[in-house]
Every structure is written in structure tokens, then in C-alpha cells.
């Protein structure tokens, strides 16, 4: 069924408006007499497409555009229940996806966006339909009730609806993405995830973007992984109380992996004096050990600036209390043998090797020697980071994408350029910890020598890197930042990677435009970037698995 679309009457609009008082909104839609014979009616009215349809209850009035994907609800299928239809639902389902709408409540059936519905009244013969928008307050309610109610299934489309549709009511969208976070943290099981810590990243972009399409885009990144790391998930209560900040207590309770005495504490502190209060306590937590291959630091700063970038809206409990249980449950890459020289080398740090280093110290040697080298030129802080900085992009542009792709490796050789990256975001989140924090120099400066000395043996000396050499390095960052939303990747901890990746390396040659280790780093991000990700690799897995159980 073909339905054509009616225009306004073209005459004075007070004339139009006669007889309705104080009710301004309320306008003229069609006679009586032409929607009964047609049974349904599309009008325009105020901007608006209307559709009209004749139905047992009455005249009913809805958007003519399928809330999913646009198409026409005038040309859908409408279903009356027979008899007098008292107390059933007149439907009508939109033919395209076979969604079903309740006419007199425009919710859909199975769950999904409602369709507008439109109050409507019959005076002398004419129908006449409302079409004030509600409150501006009230609709960003409705689509944040949308968005809660669309985290039961991920449907990035959806979310970004009902984000598009906060926006336009003037709501805030940081505080969609707060809401996020409180209807989730209680629902990682092992605590902050890269969907949290992605998301002062993807804030960043989003403030710095001019197009108000990639600023929902850098928002629906964020809210959709989020959505994504708790689908399904139970929730995992926090423990309740609180005990008086205690910042040498919280580390030790943190190091006991006690996290009832360690959220207790934090919460304390929260309350006592906010982010503040708990930082220090935080990065010394996160710099206790080598662990969690540098997420537990990188986590800390990464909460810190999404505390910042919230502001007013930001659920610092919720966000703290995830990262603490991140702390408590975070691997201790430093108990195995292959970092247990990272114990003895923090032992020996005295700050005052005098040895100068070169990035090439740190390229291919092994983690004994990394530490031992960066040991040797304590002395001189600012020379040993520039040093592993570029060291860290050496690598991520010669990595051996051999151990990427090949199937019939060990798990040990997993190695791809999500884990090169690590090295530099940790630097990144390292600097930023020790420059508020001098006394963390020492360990953040010999984690990165970890990463150096783990990461060198999976590089290709002989890969041919010309091709990632950047020429413009503003440029190349300006474009890096404007067009990492439209990464036509479908897993979120690879695009979570891109926005942290951007950022870091955009920091830090803000930092220091001129070091020597800029071409090394922009070039890194280049390849980053840019090189197809291989991910599933199915494969390899099989072989794997067939090999772990062997031994059983």
C-alpha cells in the first residue's frame, strides 16, 4: 500500500490555530471523513511526518519512520483484535525487520526504540494531533532509559540512537557515559577493563573533534564497549563499609590481595577528600610489581583522567572501586622467570649509574640486560626514558608479524602489536605517574626495561619499515586523531587500542616535539594503525589446544 503524504493547508496559520486557545501545538491533520475512507493518512505537519491510522479504539497518531532503520510505518501491516479489541494492543509491524509496535504506547514488542506517539483529538469533524515536543528533560530521560534497556543485547545502532537523541535534546553526553559506567562497575568480575580505560581516550577525541558526527561516534565507541565487557554479566557486589585512608595500609592490602580491606580503605579516602586523596596510594599499588603486562598502571592514569574528563557527571566511586579490584586481582608478571631479575634490579637502583644509554641497548637485548642497563644509567632519568621510549617504537615497527599470523607456534609466541603497543601507552601513563610522583621514577623506568627485554625477540631487524616513515608529524597526528573512529574494526580491544595509541603518542611528541625519538614513535603508530589486524585465528587455537592437552 502506497500512502501519499499531505501537507499543511497553506493559509494563515492563526486561522489554522482557531479555536484552540492556549494550545498552540495542537494542529489541524485531516478530516474525519477522508481518514475513514482511506484508513490511514501521512501528514506533515510541523516538521514532522505523521501517520494516521482508523482502528477500533480510535484514531491513532505515530512518527511515520520506523525508529530502527527509517522505513515508512504507513506502509506496515496493522493487526486489530477481533470483537471489540477492549484491553488488547492495535500492533502494527513495520514490514522491513518485522517489528511491532503498540499503537497506543509506541513500544515495541520484544524490545527496541518506541515510536513516537502523538495525542489526537476529533473536533467538528477534524482530526487534530499535538505535536509539541515534551519537555527537553523528559526526552533525554526517554532515551536514557532506551540506552539502560538496550545493554541487554549489544546493538551498537541502537545505542547510538538513543545517544543521537540526548544530544539533540541538549543532554550532556558525558553523562550518558557516567550512567554507563554506574549501571556496569559492579559487574567486572576481576575489575577495570579497556573498555573503562578507553574511555578518557575516546572523551579526548570527541572534545577535540568539529563535527558533532564524530563526537557521538567517539561517545558510542566508548558506551558500546562498555555494553560489550558486561553483556550478560552478573553483578559482583563490592564490599560495604568504610575504613579511614590509610595510604601504606591500602598498599599493603592491595599486595595481600585483601579486597574487602582495600575498598573499605579507598572509600575512605574518597570521601575524605576525593580523587586526590587516593592517587598516590593508587600508582603506588599499580608500580608494586611488573604486572598485569603494564595495564594496572596504565588503569590508574587512565581513571585519574576520566575523573577529569567527566567532571561533574564522573562516578568516581564506581570508576575507583573497579580499579581497585583490578589491583587486587592483578597478575604479577615479576613471580616468573622470566622478569626475576626485576626484583634484584630494584633492589640495586640507587639513582646514581652514570652509564649513557642509547635506544639500541635496549632493541634486542634480554630482560636481564634491559635491567641491567637501565640500573647502570639511573643517574640521568629524562636520557634512560628517551632511550626505551624509542626503543619501544624501534620495535613496534620491525615486530616479526610472523608471530601474528603463524598457526603452529607455542602460546608463548602470542606476540602481535596489541603487545608492542603496551610498552608505549605504559610509558605514556608511567611518565605522567612519575612526574607527579618523583620517588615512582625508579619503577616505572625498569617496568619499561621489562617490556623492552620481552619484546625484543620478536622483532624482524630486516622488516622493511620505510614504508610507515611519517614526513608531516602534525599532520599525520591531526589526521590519526580525526579518523580513528572510522576504524572499520569489529572487536572492541583492538579500536580501544587505536584511541589509546593516539592519544599517547600525540602526548607525548606534544611533550617534547623535538626528541629524537619523534620519527621512531609516529612511525610506530603508523603501523599501528594502518597494517590489517589478523585477530581469530582459528587455526592456531586448534593447534594449541591440541598441544596443552598432551600432558594431561
Not at 557516567?178 to 576481576?190: C, E, H, I, K, P
Not at 572523551?203 to 567517539?218: I, M, N, Q, T, Y
Not at 600508582?283 to 581513571?303: N, P, W
Not at 620478536?458 to 597526528?477: A, E
Request: some cysteine; proline content about 5%.
Amino acid at each position: 500500500m502506497s500512502v501519499a503524504i499531505t501537507e499543511a493547508p497553506s493559509r494563515d496559520p492563526l486561522d489554522r490555530l482557531s479555536g484552540q486557545g492556549d494550545r498552540p501545538d495542537w494542529v489541524e491533520a485531516v478530516p474525519l471523513a477522508e481518514l475513514e475512507s482511506k484508513g490511514r493518512v501521512v501528514v506533515k505537519r510541523a516538521g514532522k511526518q505523521i501517520a494516521l491510522f482508523v482502528t477500533r479504539g480510535g484514531v491513532r497518531a505515530i512518527a511515520n519512520r520506523c525508529p530502527h532503520e527509517g522505513y515508512p510505518l504507513s506502509e506496515g501491516t496493522l493487526a486489530e483484535p477481533s470483537g471489540d479489541g477492549t484491553g488488547v494492543a492495535c500492533t502494527l509491524t513495520c514490514n522491513w525487520h518485522n517489528w511491532k509496535f503498540d499503537l497506543e504506547t509506541g513500544a515495541v514488542a520484544g524490545g527496541g526504540d518506541a515510536v513516537r506517539v502523538f495525542p489526537v483529538e476529533v473536533r467538528n469533524g477534524v482530526v487534530h494531533v499535538d505535536v509539541a515536543d515534551p519537555p527537553a528533560q523528559v526526552r533525554i530521560a526517554r532515551a536514557l532509559a532506551g540506552l539502560r534497556d538496550g545493554f541487554q543485547r549489544p546493538e551498537r545502532d541502537r545505542m547510538a540512537r538513543d545517544l543521537a537523541r540526548i544530544d539533540a535534546a541538549g543532554g550532556d553526553l558525558k553523562a550518558a557515559v557516567a550512567a554507563a559506567v554506574g549501571w556496569t562497575s559492579d559487574r567486572l568480575q576481576y575489575g577495570t577493563s579497556h573498555a573503562y580505560a578507553a574511555m578518557p581516550d575516546w572523551l579526548a577525541l570527541a572534545d577535540g573533534a568539529d563535527d558533532p558526527v564524530d563526537r557521538l561516534a567517539c561517545v558510542v565507541e566508548t558506551v558500546g564497549h562498555i555494553n560489550d565487557d558486561t553483556l550478560r554479566q552478573p553483578t559482583w557486589p563490592y564490599p560495604q563499609g568504610v575504613s579511614a585512608w590509610d595510604e601504606d595500609a591500602f598498599v599493603a592490602a592491595v599486595e595481600a590481595e585483601d579486597e574487602h580491606a582495600a575498598v573499605q580503605l579507598v572509600r575512605g579516602g574518597l570521601r575524605r577528600d576525593g580523587f586526590a586523596a587516593v592517587d598516590r596510594g593508587l600508582c603506588r599499588a599499580a608500580l608494586m610489581h611488573y604486572q598485569d603486562f603494564g595495564h594496572s598502571a596504565i588503569y590508574v592514569e587512565k581513571t585519574r583522567e576520566a575523573v577529569e574528563r567527566l567532571g561533574e557527571h564522573a562516578p568516581v566511586e564506581a570508576l575507583v572501586l573497579a580499579l581497585v579490584r583490578s589491583l587486587v586481582n592483578a597478575r604479577r608478571e615479576d613471580l616468573i622467570p622470566e622478569f626475576k631479575a626485576y626484583r634484584p634490579a630494584r633492589l640495586a637502583w640507587t639513582g646514581r649509574g652514570t652509564a649513557r644509554t642509547k635506544p639500541a641497548d635496549f632493541c634486542r637485548a634480554s630482560v636481564a640486560k634491559c635491567l641491567e642497563r637501565a640500573v647502570a644509567a639511573s643517574a640521568s632519568i629524562d636520557r634512560l626514558y628517551d632511550a626505551m621510549l624509542e626503543a619501544a617504537a624501534w620495535q613496534l615497527v620491525r615486530a616479526d608479524p610472523l608471530y601474528a599470523t603463524r598457526a603452529r607456534q607455542t602460546i608463548s609466541q602470542n606476540v602481535g602489536r596489541l603487545d608492542f603497543s603496551h610498552a608505549i601507552t605504559f610509558a605514556n601513563a608511567g611518565r605522567r605517574m612519575a612526574g607527579r610522583y618523583g620517588e615512582l621514577w625508579p619503577d616505572v623506568l625498569l617496568q619499561m626495561a621489562c617490556f623492552l627485554g620481552r619484546n625484543g625477540g620478536f622483532v624482524d631487524p630486516g622488516y622493511d619499515c620505510q614504508q610507515w616513515r611519517v614526513d608531516d608529524v602534525d599532520g599525520f597526528l591531526a589526521d590519526a586523531a580525526a579518523n580513528v573512529m572510522d576504524h572499520g574494526q569489529a572487536e572492541y580491544i583492538v579500536t580501544a587500542h587505536f584511541a589509546k595509541m593516539v592519544c599517547a603518542v600525540r602526548e607525548e611528541v606534544a611533550t617534547a616535539p623535538n626528541a629524537a625519538w619523534v620519527p621512531a614513535l609516529v612511525a610506530a603508530l603508523n603501523r599501528f594503525l594502518n597494517e590489517p589486524f589478523r585477530r581469530i585465528l582459528t587455526r592456531r587455537i586448534a593447534y594449541q589446544a591440541r598441544e596443552t592437552i598432551k600432558g594431561e
